[in-house]
């Protein structure tokens, strides 16, 4: 049962433009969200997280949105860059227990010049 | 500082046959963990340690054990490799600043089990 979903495998977005990316989850002991950027043959690299208690948090061209009472999570990149093409993973922690991440399937963004 | 560092890189096994992963951090981060990627599947916790001496498991601990005996190193071993364990293999760590939980990746270990 797949506790955090990525609905969307692929999304293809102009340069310049919005990307939003989107995650939903299940389980209500969830206290933690993270964003996380992939490409290739390299580990994920941190991109951009957000606790529970809050619904929105603004790095540069990132923001996360968080509707806890519809579970669920998007990723706004404005503007969209060819560099942000990437896989894309949302992760859940659990409450209160580091290190207990769950993924979902990762969405492929690419960003057309 | 070399953040998460794993060996090898790539690996071929037979199946029946065992090995160990090797995962080590030097950024004394209490939690280590290793997941697996399938393609489609996302990545897939095996096993968690949030600390020296304390681990855990995933969601998809079967054929595989840890050990955590000391802050830096997080060893994964196959005790009886399987086609099934074909996968890409990655170590992290991480910690809790008190605001915000941060996990780093390690480059990843590509197992092919024949």
């Known amino acids: 049962d797949q506790q955090v979903k990525q609905n969307s495998p692929s999304l293809s977005v102009q340069e310049g433009r919005i990307s939003i990316l989107n995650c939903d989850y299940t389980?209500?002991?969830?206290?933690?969200f993270l964003w996380y950027k992939k490409y290739p043959a390299e580990g994920p690299t941190f991109l951009i997280s957000i606790s529970s208690i809050k619904d929105k948090n603004e790095d540069g061209r990132f923001t996360v949105f968080l509707n806890k009472s519809a579970k669920h999570l998007s990723l706004h990149i404005v503007p969209s860059q060819p560099g942000d093409s990437a896989v894309y993973f949302c992760?859940?922690?659990?409450?209160?227990?580091?290190?207990?991440?769950?993924f979902g399937q990762g969405t492929e963004l690419s960003v057309k010049p | 500082n070399a953040g998460v560092t794993q060996t090898p890189k790539f690996q071929v096994l037979k199946t029946g046959q065992s090995m160990t992963l090797q995962c080590a951090q030097d950024m004394n981060h209490e939690y280590m963990s290793w997941y697996r990627q399938d393609p489609g599947m996302g990545l897939r916790l095996i096993h968690y340690?949030?600390?020296?001496?304390?681990?855990d498991q995933g969601e998809v601990p079967n054929g595989y054990n840890v050990s955590r005996s000391t802050t830096e190193d997080f060893p994964l071993r196959l005790l009886s490799a399987a086609p099934s364990q074909t996968s890409v293999y990655f170590c992290?760590?991480?910690?809790?600043?008190?605001?915000?939980?941060?996990?780093?990746f390690g480059p990843g270990t590509r197992l092919t089990v024949l």
């Open positions: 340690s949030v600390g020296a001496g304390i681990t």
């Open positions: 992760a859940a922690r659990f409450y209160n227990q580091g290190g207990k991440l769950i």
């Open positions: 992290a760590s991480g910690t809790w600043t008190g605001w915000a939980d941060t996990q780093y």
């Open positions: 389980n209500s002991m969830f206290d933690y």
